[in-house]
């Protein structure tokens, strides 16, 4: 019904990390050699919902100084979250 994205490395039998590394290095590599600024964000919501409360998360991200923009995007993934088990 939803055919997963080539870059999708989550929720596939594979290695995410090795390959993710093997996608990254080339960028960080390109951005060195041209001089460039490089943004690379992480994101592992294993668990994430149950063990740290949203609001610290945010502040966080505000006291570490991480550009605003960055942290309203945050903020909105947070935003009318909900769970379903069925």
Same mark, same amino acid.
Request: charged letters at 20%; hydrophobic letters at 40%.
């Given at each position: $019904?939803? *055919?997963i &994205? *080539?870059?999708?490395r989550?929720?596939i039998? $594979?290695?995410?990390?090795?390959e993710?590394l093997? #996608?990254l %290095?080339p =960028? /960080?590599k390109c951005a060195k050699q041209? &001089?460039?600024? =490089?943004? /690379?964000?992480f +994101?592992?919501?294993a668990?994430a919902?149950?063990t740290?409360c949203? %609001?610290h998360?945010? $502040?966080?991200l ?5 550009? *605003?923009h960055? /942290?309203q #995007? +945050? ?10 088990i069925l």
């Amino acid at each position: $019904a939803c *055919p997963i &994205h *080539p870059r999708q490395r989550g929720f596939i039998s $594979a290695s995410g990390c090795s390959e993710n590394l093997k #996608l990254l %290095q080339p =960028l /960080v590599k390109c951005a060195k050699q041209e &001089h460039r600024e =490089l943004g /690379v964000v992480f +994101v592992d919501i294993a668990k994430a919902f149950d063990t740290v409360c949203q %609001q610290h998360i945010i $502040a966080g991200l505000v006291q570490r100084g991480v550009d *605003p923009h960055v /942290v309203q #995007l +945050v903020i909105e993934m947070y935003r009318n979250i909900t769970t379903y088990i069925l």
